[in-house]
């Protein structure tokens, strides 16, 4: 069973739109959120975390909102660039003694179009 | 300063074969993490060390896999007997220490393709 769900494969943006790429997730123990990028040939890189006490953190251009209730997050990039085309991740923790287990979705690829 | 390591890059295997994939952390983390990504899936926990203590074995999938971590650096994941299942990019990754806020940075994978 898959706990964190990225129900949508691929998403096209123009380049200075916004980009919101969704995830949902059923474990209600998870209270560490993440959201990775990953470029073709490479690992993935760490964009942006939120902690289950905040519904939104903000870095640059990228900013991820949580919906405890709704057991849903998002992740928006304004204004979109071409560079920010990749694989985005979501991943989520559960505190208490594996807290360092990350499960993560299935990604969504994201193409942002000049 | 330099990321984390993996070699090979890529590796082909015949059913039935071992491999070991190697995995070098960055310096001075004490927490190394492995991970696989089959085709169209997300990343999958494997196995995580954390310094001296006992390593979390409860990804592996089957007792085809074992890992070791000698001297608290570099890692290596064997398979035994291979099969077709296995084909997939298995990620190393390494943080500072083995806290859930402390940021996993990742290798840039080996893709094991078994034939």
């Known amino acids: 069973d898959q706990q964190v769900k990225q129900n949508s494969p691929s998403l096209s943006v123009q380049e200075g739109r916004i980009s919101i790429l969704n995830c949902d997730y059923t474990n209600s123990m998870f209270d560490y959120f993440l959201w990775y990028k990953k470029y073709p040939a490479e690992g993935p890189t760490f964009l942006i975390s939120i902690s289950s006490i905040k519904d939104k953190n903000e870095d640059g251009r990228f900013t991820v909102f949580l919906n405890k209730s709704a057991k849903h997050l998002s992740l928006h990039i304004v204004p979109s660039q071409p560079g920010d085309s990749a694989v985005y991740f979501c991943?989520?923790?559960?505190?208490?003694?594996?807290?360092?287990?990350?499960?993560f979705g299935k990604g969504t690829l994201l193409t942002v179009n000049p | 300063g330099a990321g984390v390591s993996q070699s090979p890059s890529n590796k082909v295997t015949e059913k039935g074969k071992d491999v070991e994939l190697r995995c070098d952390p960055i310096s001075g983390h004490t927490a190394l993490y492995w991970y696989r990504q089959s085709l169209g899936q997300g990343l999958e926990f494997l196995i995580y060390?954390?310094?001296?203590?006992?390593?979390?074995k409860s990804g592996l999938p089957s007792d085809r896999f074992s890992a070791e971590r000698t001297g608290g650096s570099v890692s290596t994941l064997t398979i035994q007997r291979t099969q077709q299942e296995d084909s997939a990019v298995y990620l190393c990754?390494?943080?500072?220490?083995?806290?859930?806020?402390?940021?996993?940075?990742f290798g840039p994978g080996t893709r094991l393709t078994v034939l």
């Open positions: 991943a989520a923790s559960a505190s208490g003694g594996s807290n360092y287990k990350l499960t």
């Open positions: 990754a390494s943080s500072l220490l083995g806290l859930e806020f402390a940021e996993q940075f």
């Open positions: 060390f954390q310094g001296n203590s006992a390593p979390d």
